[in-house]
């Protein structure tokens, strides 16, 4: 975005970015299922939102920090450049070390059968609930 010339390519480049993160975060949500086995369910996904939200709040903050030195957008994508630099050397590594991320998971964990009478009373409460209108 720092090398739009004008809003059009800055409006493409922001689309393309969010058709990136919605081709990108069901395979990220995938390849840590195979991680759960060993490190546990809720670990793994802590530490995943963990770093996304520290992420989506350090890289405005360096953004607002630049501008307020009377820096520029250049000099500010600039530095975000350097992090995204490094979120694309540890996919690099980690796509040499586990180039098959299903071997990972060591086998099945749980099993779905023998559901209790609530589990089904909540499950058709909960789908009542989902098919309600959405506004009163």
Same mark, same amino acid.
Request: hydrophobic share 50%; net charge positive; with cysteine.
């Given at each position: #975005? !720092? ?9 493409g480049l922001i689309l393309?970015?969010? /058709? ?5 975060? *069901?395979?990220?949500? =995938? #390849? ?17 939102? !963990? ?7 350090? $890289?405005?903050?360096? #953004? !607002?920090?630049?501008? =307020?030195?009377?820096? %520029?957008?250049?000099? $500010? ?5 350097a992090s995204s630099s490094? !979120?694309?050397? /540890?996919?690099?590594?980690? @796509? ?11 086998? *099945?964990?749980?099993?779905?059968? $023998?559901?209790? @009478? %609530?589990?089904?009373?909540? #499950?058709?409460? =909960? ?5 309600? *209108?959405?506004?009163?």
């Open positions: #975005m !720092a090398l739009a010339g004008n809003w059009q390519v800055a409006a393309a970015e969010r /058709v990136g993160r919605a081709i990108r975060k *069901p395979t990220i949500e =995938a #390849m840590l299922s195979y991680t759960t086995g060993s490190l546990g369910k809720g670990w793994v996904y802590a530490v995943n939102t !963990a770093l996304d939200e520290t992420g989506a709040t350090i $890289g405005p903050l360096l #953004m !607002a920090l630049v501008l =307020a030195l009377k820096g %520029s957008y250049r000099i $500010g994508y600039g530095l975000l450049l490094l !979120a694309l050397l /540890v996919l690099t590594v980690a @796509r040499i070390f586990f180039p098959t991320p299903s071997r990972l998971e060591a086998g *099945p964990t749980t099993t779905a059968k $023998g559901f209790t @009478r %609530s589990y089904w009373l909540f #499950m058709l409460a =909960a789908s009542c609930f989902g098919e309600g *209108p959405d506004e009163l």
